[in-house]
């Protein structure tokens, strides 16, 4: 798993005597049912303090995408009541409680790739390059639900080996058991993937259980070539975005993102 250069935008301010909860985004739940009312419940519960914030998200991720915005949010949010409160919660409790929220919450914790074993919640820090994603999403709607009751866990893809993974060589081992799932209810993101592929992407795939379409590609430039010549025909949303190696040590990377 790696973190992009795309991200919501969440501000907690201290304000009333409960949890408040608005999103610029008006079809995405505004009430406790969203992922980041929960976790700030979920953090009172925890730590028996009392929340009383106000807590604003801006959105740019694409939701139900694939692109795991609800689980960062989620995160982003258990790590700023935690230092908005003076850090009741060391890192064990902190990624129980996220790993109770969903199974990619406690990835975003962290700051780097990792390795995602069990259910997604066992993570081991990887070194990757900034790898550079053209990313595409449809805009048509693909439960994540219907994807996981749909997988056919006895044919489930081998995970690569440290003899095998080298990260300097993506288009040997990237491989998503969800995104073929994802292709027999949406048969047309085979097509993109083609697309992708012709375009230069040295390898492509689907992000989680889709519907978004990803190339990977070597550099900056040929990323955002490959997606000059996409958007030719497709309608969709789309954006170039880096891969974040987790030794970033200024935010410049939140200006590399390229949409149209």
């Not at 949890?19 to 009312?37: A, T, W």
């Not at 795991?68 to 850090?87: E, V």
């Amino acid at each position: 798993m790696q973190m992009v250069s795309l991200a919501d935008e969440l501000t907690v301010t201290p304000a009333g005597d409960d949890v408040r909860f608005s999103c610029d985004q008006p079809d995405l739940p505004q009430g406790r049912e969203n992922l980041v009312c929960r976790a700030a419940l979920g953090f009172q519960e925890e730590t028996g303090v009392k929340v009383a914030a106000h807590l604003s998200l801006h959105k740019r991720i694409p939701t139900a995408a694939g692109l795991g915005g609800g689980s960062s949010d989620a995160a982003g949010t258990l790590k700023a009541l935690n230092l908005l409160y003076g850090s009741p919660l060391g890192g064990a409790r902190l990624h129980a409680l996220a790993a109770r929220l969903g199974a990619d919450v406690p990835f975003f914790l962290g700051q780097g790739p990792a390795v995602a074993t069990g259910i997604g919640t066992e993570l081991s820090p990887v070194a990757l390059p900034p790898y550079h994603y053209l990313l595409l999403n449809p805009g048509v709607p693909l439960s994540t639900r219907w994807v996981y009751e749909n997988l056919d866990l006895a044919r489930l893809g081998e995970a690569p080996t440290p003899e095998t993974w080298d990260p300097q060589h993506p288009e040997r081992w990237v491989h998503n058991d969800l995104g073929e799932v994802a292709l027999k209810r949406l048969p047309e993101l085979a097509g993109w993937l083609t697309r992708l592929r012709q375009a230069g992407a040295v390898t492509q795939g689907i992000s989680g259980s889709g519907p978004t379409v990803f190339g990977l590609f070597s550099t900056w430039e040929e990323a955002r070539e490959g997606a000059r010549v996409l958007r030719r025909s497709f309608q969709g949303w789309l954006a170039v975005v880096q891969g974040l190696t987790g030794r970033e040590t200024d935010h410049t990377w939140e200006h590399r993102i390229w949409m149209t």
